[in-house]
């Protein structure tokens, strides 16, 4: 059965500072891979995808994340954080079917 | 463009009192929905997801359950509410037909049972 795992449960970084957050999936094949945002008490927000290709992926507020096949991992990177970073991060995958499933998440905490 | 409305977004509930959530999309036709429950300290656990009017599938036994009466209407609902029911509950979407195309979710509701 497909799975995806956060072995991070919770990270704390300074502002300014580079993140990486782990993300590791459980697949036969290649998954499609996702990395979503959520801020407390709200939905969840797509930080980017990845299909195929280049296995270096940008997505929106500065991050991007890094598929490696030999590794089974698709971590979530940011060069600098910002305070407004400090949400919960969760990484998904689905196998090409209608089901997305998800890691445990990481709560990111940011210091000032 | 689409949007993914879910109401209420907050609610507290008695034990063995009924519960009905629902989450309607707009600006598409014949997505993908979704219910995932969050529990305190979890990861997100899909419930529900139905790939068209009627079709319903379960992912895990519960006390739960979920009707699509319409294309774009979700409804999640229970006749008797537990206390381990307490959770955020999320609505989402996707496209039909491409299982690449993101997910979207609603902003969530807040269900405490006391």
């Known amino acids: 059965a497909q799975s995806v795992t956060q072995p991070d449960i919770h990270i704390t970084v300074s502002e300014g500072a580079s993140l990486e957050l782990r993300c590791n999936y459980s697949y036969g094949a290649t998954p499609y891979l996702f990395w979503y945002v959520q801020s407390p008490g709200q939905g969840l927000q797509l930080l980017l995808k990845?299909?195929?290709?280049?296995?270096l992926v940008q997505g929106i507020k500065g991050f991007e994340a890094e598929f490696k096949r030999s590794q089974s991992s698709f971590n979530l990177r940011k060069p600098s954080v910002h305070w407004s970073d400090a949400a919960e991060y969760f990484c998904?995958?689905?196998?090409?079917?209608?089901?997305?499933?998800f890691g445990t998440g990481t709560q990111l905490k940011v210091e000032l | 463009s689409q949007t993914i409305h879910q109401w209420p977004a907050t609610l507290v509930q008695p034990v063995g009192s009924p519960l009905s959530l629902e989450c309607t999309v707009e600006?598409?036709?014949?997505?993908?929905l979704y219910w995932y429950r969050q529990a305190a300290g979890r990861g997100l656990q899909l419930l529900f997801y139905?790939?068209?009017?009627?079709?319903i599938s379960s992912e895990v036994p519960q006390n739960l359950s979920a009707s699509r009466p319409q294309d774009r209407q979700f409804i999640l609902s229970s006749k008797k509410l537990l206390l381990s029911d307490s959770g955020f509950y999320l609505c989402?979407?996707?496209?039909?037909?491409?299982?690449?195309?993101?997910?979207?979710f609603g902003e969530g509701s807040w269900l405490t049972v006391v």
């Open positions: 990845y299909f195929s290709g280049d296995t």
């Open positions: 600006g598409t036709s014949n997505p993908n």
């Open positions: 139905s790939v068209g009017i009627g079709q």
């Open positions: 989402a979407w996707r496209a039909r037909g491409d299982s690449r195309n993101t997910i979207y």
């Open positions: 998904a995958s689905t196998g090409g079917g209608n089901k997305l499933t």
